[in-house]
């Protein structure tokens, strides 16, 4: 790896080897991976697709990094981070070029000042505009699928374009696999006045119904199509308070599991297996992971 990583940074690429992930995760778990690259244009991430391809090498995207749980052994290959792919343009009103590795929170700070709807839902949620795409981010009714007009992909295709509405289902992405680089969205006009009130009142909410202080990856788990929602069944399952080491299913939002100082990913995993079986077992639904669990090889 280390003779990878020379010719990566003789391309002008900035790589690290070794590099720890919890450091890079909302839920602060993880091993080291064995390349973490850092691109800052599109070209850089052409360069690592294909790199990585001609050396067999798997490749993860990451971006904020609050929807995945590492391995304790961590990642062999090359994880890209596209947090340095940021930008936003107004190509005309309400309607936005954006780079995948902006901060949804960048946007929600552009409809505040210019009067413009769409993400006050995600206020307070460290997620980016790919991940936001690829998990089909999505709060109080609201999705983030409904913002997009088209998105900019590299696949095994190459790189295309992409819209319409059956891109986005239930917390997903139905597009191709690949890594979105960039897209376009579509804001609402509103009285900048509105949009505060929307951000405070869906601020509040969360702060009233979820354990923010500390770390977690959001909701574990999806909510089911029908019935009750994830978090009720795992209360009603005497859920609430469980643990497996430094691992705790939150007393506030039993959807939320929360690291409370060293949680290694096993315990994480554990107590997630460990809940699916209760409610299972109790009321019969077969609850989905939400977290993306990322395998060490
Ligand atoms: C306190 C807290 C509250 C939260 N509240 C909510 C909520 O209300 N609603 C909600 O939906 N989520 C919530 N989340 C979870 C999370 O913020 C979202 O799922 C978010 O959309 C993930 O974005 P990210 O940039 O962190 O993606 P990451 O976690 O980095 O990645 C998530 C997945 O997307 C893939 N990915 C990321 N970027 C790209 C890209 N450019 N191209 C291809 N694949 C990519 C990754 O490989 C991974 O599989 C919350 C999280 C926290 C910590």
Redesign the pocket.
Known sequence: MKALSRDLKKKGLKVRLEEPLWRYT?VRVGGPADLMAYPETLEEVLELWEFSRRQGLRI?????????LFADAGFRGVVVN?RGLKGVVELSSGHLGVM?GTPVAVLTAYGLKRGFSGTEF?AG????V???I??N???FGEEFGDLVESVTMLTPEGLREYSGKDLFGY?TFRGPSG??LSARLRLRPRDPEEVRARVRDFLARRRAT?P?GRP????AFKNPPEGPAAGELLEAAGLKGFRRGEAMISSKHANFILNLGRARAEDIRALMEEARERVQARFGVELEPEV?IVAET
């Open positions: 909302t993860f995207w990451l971006s904020g990094g609050s929807k995945v596209l995948c995600l949620v460290p997620a980016t790919g991940g936001a690829m998990m981010a999505g709060a917390r890594v979105v979820q923010l977690s990856f959001g909701c993306r």
